[in-house]
């Protein structure tokens, strides 16, 4: 078996929860989990400390966690909220992003596409959004950004497993980064508006076929 670690653990609970296997109610037991997956219960209990962060589970003293939920609702929020931050993130520092980092996030996708590398779209993915918000030097704005980072990342794992919305998510990272080669900002704006917005699109639609 190999080795398992807390983010395994997350990964496993948070595709439960979303799918709906986990309902909203559940408990999570420690002892149960730690014995599934073959592992102590210190991981176990971190993963569970991860999903009551990012509001799947609940924490409850001496009474153990139990599964929140997680609704169409709570999906299209993250990716409102997830597109207001980039947004803002693009009109604040758009046009003084280096060119260098975006040259090489561009070929890396080429390389990852001519490879049909799914973990390096992913990585990648998670990459080129994030230096988008942390290129604006603004603290507050990357900390509200990190805390859904886990979310995010659960959520271009299952998208990512659709070779269409593979195909499409890649074709509009590549238009994104060639308008801010070229400090088109007004296009770039464009594109990662409905790039985000066809992600929510893709995660409601697993959601509701889950």
């Known amino acids: ?30 002892i ?42 709570d999906v299209e929020d993250v990716y409102d909220i997830r597109m207001a931050l980039e947004l803002l993130a693009l009109d604040l520092n758009g046009k003084a992003l280096r060119l260098q980092p975006l040259s090489a996030l561009r070929e890396e996708i080429q390389r990852a596409e001519k490879e049909n590398d799914l973990q390096a779209h992913i990585e990648i993915d998670a990459r080129l959004h994030r230096y988008v918000v942390e290129s604006t030097g603004r603290r507050y704005l990357l900390h509200v950004f990190d805390e859904m980072g886990r979310l995010m990342q659960r959520f271009r794992h299952l998208g990512f497993r659709d070779d269409a919305v593979l195909q499409r998510a890649t074709a509009e990272h590549a238009g994104f980064i ?11 704006r464009g594109i990662l508006e409905a790039h985000i917005r066809n992600s929510k699109l893709s995660a409601l639609s697993h959601l509701h076929s889950s």
């Not at 102590?40 to 799947?56: E, F, I, K, M």
């Not at 060639?178 to 770039?188: F, G, I, N, P």
């Open 32 to 73: 149960a989990i730690s014995e599934e997956f073959g592992i102590s219960r210190t991981p176990v209990r971190d993963a569970l400390r991860q999903l009551a962060n990012d509001g799947l589970a609940e924490i409850v003293p001496a009474q153990g966690a139990r599964v929140v939920g997680f609704s169409a609702d």
């Open 178 to 188: 060639d308008a801010l080669l070229v400090r088109d900002t007004a296009a770039a």
């Open 1 to 30: 078996m190999p080795d398992i670690a807390s983010k395994d653990v997350y990964a496993a609970l948070f595709d439960r929860i979303v799918g709906g296997e986990l309902e909203a109610g559940a408990r999570l037991k420690e």
